[in-house]
């Protein structure tokens, strides 16, 4: 089977082409970084009409890289959400069009999901595991017992860790986007330098909470910069300091949670977790990777990264979960909706302190 993805919920506009025997005969993933550097983040009307501008063309390369013409796709997969609505409606009408017209099943995919489930694309992974997802837009550990079987056991309360990245590397001076910049700063800084907070570490459940980590970050900014929120007065030393504790910070506050949603994953299953799979953008934090592998060691748990061309936004991950979907017979009308949010687990209920005013947060 050769299974057309598509992936446009934010700000990559990717296509890829991928066969039920996991072979990937094109994934191709064009960035807009450049086109929303100069607002230090993604500005949705700019990314959907990228996403207008481009995606047909780079259907057509993804086509013509892997030997195949239109007609001899076998069904098409697109991202229906969540993300951007207008990025997301992008996407998914294309695929709808190219499905309509060529008679071909239609696969509308949950974004998260192709997260879930892009490590079994590259590995032998058996149900259940542990999935640590962490993006610009989500940050959540999601007990996997199979396609469409997902059980949330922890999430944020307030910010997603890679949007705590960008803030805090654009509060720094350091440019966007955030997570690299901070990474390769931290390289030359000292992680005990700045005092900063580890929210939520320790407590009871796998909950996450970034917003006051960054507020922490900008107080400390302001007394190193006579009471000025100004990162042109910060050194380059200075900058690399910050990067590197905040760094720590995230790290320690991400390995303590994963931590208790190990626990949480044997209460809620009857069994030891056998393998713990990391997916988003974050998952290339090469500090954050070599953490886990300590924690996993620890544990005697298998850990699973993807590699880092399917671990931030790509459509080979959408194709796969078309496929893992349609499989079990699982296919989508071309009346399919796109939706701003959709989460895996439509069950779970906000975790303690979500959407309250004070300390826990009220941005949520």
């Known amino acids: 089977m050769n299974m057309l993805g598509i992936e446009t919920s934010c700000d990559e506009t990717a296509a890829a082409i991928v066969t039920d025997r996991k072979e990937i005969r094109a994934s191709l993933v064009l960035s807009q970084i ?7 983040g993604v500005v949705p009307e700019i990314a959907a009409r990228s996403h207008i501008d481009h995606l047909d063309r780079l259907i ?48 509308a995919v949950n974004h998260l999901e192709g997260h879930a489930l892009s490590a079994r694309l590259v590995e032998d992974l058996d149900y259940p595991y542990l999935l640590l997802l962490v993006s610009g837009g989500h940050c959540q550990l999601l007990a996997v017992e199979g396609v469409g079987a997902y059980r949330r056991l922890g999430t944020t309360i307030d910010d997603a860790v890679g949007e705590a990245f960008d803030k805090a590397a654009k509060l ?3 440019g966007y986007p955030g997570g690299p910049a901070i990474e390769a700063y931290a390289r030359d800084g000292d992680p005990a330098a ?10 009871a459940g796998c909950d996450f909470s970034f917003s006051g980590l960054k507020t922490a970050l900008r107080q400390a900014v302001e007394a190193t910069s006579g009471g000025k929120l100004a990162a042109e007065t910060l050194t380059p030393a200075a900058q690399a300091d910050f990067a590197a504790s905040f760094q720590a910070a995230v790290g320690d506050v991400l390995i303590d949670r994963t931590e208790a949603g190990l626990r949480l994953f044997a209460e ?20 954050l990777r070599e953490r ?7 544990y005697g748990v298998r850990l699973t990264l993807p590699p880092l061309a399917l671990c931030t936004d790509n459509a080979a991950m959408i194709a796969w979960a078309g496929i893992e979907r349609l499989g079990r017979g699982l296919r989508d ?19 303690p ?12």
């Open 194 to 203: 700045i005092k900063l907070p580890r929210p939520l570490k320790g407590r």
């Open 268 to 287: 809620a299953t009857g069994q030891a977790a056998p393998a713990l799979v990391v997916a988003g953008g974050v998952a290339a934090n090469t500090h």
């Open 333 to 351: 009308g071309l009346d399919a909706a796109p939706r701003a949010r959709w989460p895996l687990d439509a069950n779970a209920a906000p975790p």
């Open 34 to 40: 450049d086109e929303h550097r100069l607002y230090g």
């Open 60 to 107: 057509g390369a993804a086509l013509e890289e892997a030997g195949l013409a239109s007609g001899d796709l076998d069904a098409v997969a697109a991202t229906a959400g969540p993300g951007l609505i207008g990025a997301v409606m992008v996407g998914l009408t294309t695929g709808k069009a190219i499905a309509a017209v060529h008679d071909l099943p239609f696969v």
């Open 172 to 174: 720094l001076g350091l």
């Open 353 to 364: 302190g979500m959407g309250r005013p004070g300390r826990l947060g009220a941005k949520a």
């Open 292 to 298: 886990l592998g300590v924690l996993t060691g620890k």
